[in-house]
């Protein structure tokens, strides 16, 4: 009997540790690749925002990242119809073993300069520099037609009420009538070393750069661009 369990012990040893290495032994998976998926995706949104107006901040979901298959060569791209502006859901595909596509929010803010009106603005009042002031935001929050370039704001009129504060949109403003309805103005036509000239009556009201039809003498309408002198240029 001792001599039978001097030879049991050293077998429940030796079971006993290989047990225990079998616990202890650790198991490899794949790690998620959201680092390089990141790399990917940021680096196409980034060209694809180059053209936008001031600086583009850009931030990707990182839980849709960890969850993406591991891919050695992910492929990201814009689904049809979709805009680089605010929220934005970006395409993913992976052409290896399987082919996989997958979808990964993301957000594009785009951190510029607006301007906004600095007391209310009647409609039909003319704007000058003293009617707004410049702010700095994500215009991704705003209108999109919100002004970003003061040259927009001179020569123009509020085609409705701009109330304090507001941001001041293109599409609440509206060039002043350099020409007028009913006015005379002088309507040229130009050439290679000629320039012919005719006065007539305006039929429209028209800003500098807007098209203006012209009656003149003899019953004839004639079209043309008016010019910041007043002048209305004929083209054909």
């Known amino acids: ?25 650790p198991t490899y998976s794949a790690p998620p690749l959201s680092g390089s998926a990141r790399a990917a995706i940021n680096t196409f949104l980034v060209r694809q925002t180059a053209g936008l107006p001031g600086k583009v901040v850009i931030s990707i979901d990182a839980p849709r990242l960890d969850a993406l298959p591991p891919c050695e060569a992910l492929e990201p791209f814009l689904p049809s119809g979709a805009q680089l502006w605010g929220r934005v859901s970006v395409g993913v595909r992976c052409h290896e073993g399987r082919p996989w596509t997958r979808y ?15 007391h209310p603005i009647e409609m039909g ?11 700095e935001g994500d215009l991704t929050t705003l209108p999109r037609s919100v002004i970003v370039d003061p040259a927009q704001l001179k020569g123009v009129i509020a085609s409705n ?8 949109r293109s599409d609440l403003v509206r060039a002043v009538a350099l020409v007028q309805r009913g006015q005379y103005v002088k ?24 098209i203006v039809q012209v ?4 019953g004839s309408v004639l079209s043309g661009i008016v010019l ?6 004929r083209r054909s």
């Open 187 to 210: 309507i040229i036509s130009q050439g290679a070393g000629f320039v012919v000239s005719a006065e007539g009556k305006a039929l429209t009201d028209a800003a500098v750069g807007a």
């Open 104 to 118: 990964v929010p993301a957000h594009v803010a785009v951190v510029s300069t607006y301007y906004v009106a600095v």
């Open 125 to 135: 009042q003319a704007l000058t520099a003293i009617d707004a002031v410049a702010r």
């Open 161 to 168: 009420r701009i109330a304090l504060g507001a941001p001041i």
């Open 215 to 218: 009656k003149i003498p003899g």
């Open 1 to 25: 009997m001792p001599l039978r369990g001097s030879l049991l012990r050293p077998l429940a040893a030796i079971l006993a540790l290989a047990g225990l290495a079998g616990l202890t032994t």
């Open 228 to 233: 910041p002198s007043g002048i209305v240029e």
